[in-house]
């Protein structure tokens, strides 16, 4: 728990660059790389309440507007809010007389109110309903109709745009005289390739298109009324900002015109490895479920840096750092630490690409690569800090969650590694600042460490991978600040 509240002492480098606490890591195994949020597709599994847990297809979630249709929250402070019965008073009939009314069972009606500020369905006018579950009346968008219109205009544009393209691809390659068409290939027909793909066929758009009337610009507007500037304000009778923009449909002015919220959907991701499409993380499909039937993250992978402690940062002194290594694996670890520099670059392969990959192309539903341009680069960190005495190898053990009861801990120990505990050790490292290390300026010392692998994927045919392998990561550890 203590990682959700602490600062981020030790990052690790990811392999497209960004440095991330271990904890906002992935490990894919099957490029053998660190991969973080940037470098992996994260795709929706499936749509839930987080209220009560209702989960459904994403058909029926985009149906709903990502909203569940049972569970409201509090307009006034978003917080949920909770049907409350209550016994409606028995009508009087003057005719049948007082004897005939207490024999009658009072009916009870529901309303909704918030625990958290006291608001009521009640506050508002809303009549209270005869059932607990639904049934509260929905108020319709007044701008419904042109947003459906806008919405049909723009999906056509975008198809007509996806069409050009595909005409342009088609000349290009027919030119060269090495076209082979998708349908010859696949057996489907553009349209059916569209329907596939649920585009809209291309006459319905071009009439989309052509139906559609733009907005216009008005050069009169109305006028404010006259005590606009004059009239007293009660801010007790006006909703704030973020309580209308929380309904952005009606934004509603008055505190008497809040409505109930319908509560937005939460949704399963699953994760996948960009550069080879595995799964690095899936859920469980169950929305009461919080485990994960694949769950690849690096912490469970890549060796755990905690620092234990470390003196003052001074230009040009060299001072101690304890370290703590943990190895998470289930099998023996070589460890070495290096500098950073001596760390190989790897550059990573393409993957070859599948028919299913040219078929993706072809629909323009290529996923987006332009991702890499923007983060492959290395973020700059100050480099003031050396490594002291990098020529260091040892072996950690695997994890042993019984060794955890072990009382006694008597390791051969020395100089450098101060304790072993199971799976884990502690490191006296001497780093050493530079001359130039300008004061206040953040102290980060920056190491490698070359660790063996054991991959636990068995192999295919497609990727023969082999058992052992030696790894790298680059950690960075904040020090504080360079003082005088
Ligand atoms: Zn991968
Ligand atoms: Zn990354
Ligand atoms: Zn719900
Ligand atoms: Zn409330």
Known sequence: MAYLIQPDYVQYFCTCGQIKPITNLYFCRHCLKVRCGFCICHEVDSHYCANCLENMPSSEARLKKNRCSSCFDCPSCFHTLSTRATYAPARQDPAAGDAKVENKQPKKMYYLSCFNCRWTSRDVGIPDQPVASGGWPERTNPFANRFGQLLEYFKAIAQQEKQDKLDKERKKYAIRG????????????????????????????SSAIANFVPSQAKEEVEE?????????????????????????????????RLQPIARPLSVKRSQRCRRCD??????????????FKIELLAYYHVPEVKIISFETIKPGCTTE????????????MQISIIQPDEVPEVEEKEEPKSIEKSLEKSLNLEKDTSWRQVIERKPLLPTTIKLHKPELSFTLAQRDDAAEYDDDSHHETNDIILWRKSNKLALRLKVTTDEEAKVGSPAVAILALQYSYRNTVPPTANSPQTRDHVLYTTVAIHLGTVTQ
């Open 178 to 205: 090495k076209y082979i068409t998708l349908t010859d290939k696949t057996g489907l027909t553009g349209a059916m390739a569209r329907t596939t793909a649920g585009l809209p066929s291309s006459e319905s758009s």
């Open 224 to 256: 404010l009324p006259e005590d606009y500037h004059t009239k007293e304000v009660n801010l007790k009778l006006i909703t704030t900002m973020p309580q209308r923009l929380a309904s952005p449909e009606w934004q509603a002015q008055l505190v008497s």
């Open 278 to 291: 595995h799964n690095l993380t899936k859920p469980e499909y169950n929305p009461g479920s919080i485990k």
């Open 321 to 332: 750092l304890l370290l703590k290594l943990t190895n998470p694996t289930a099998h023996e």
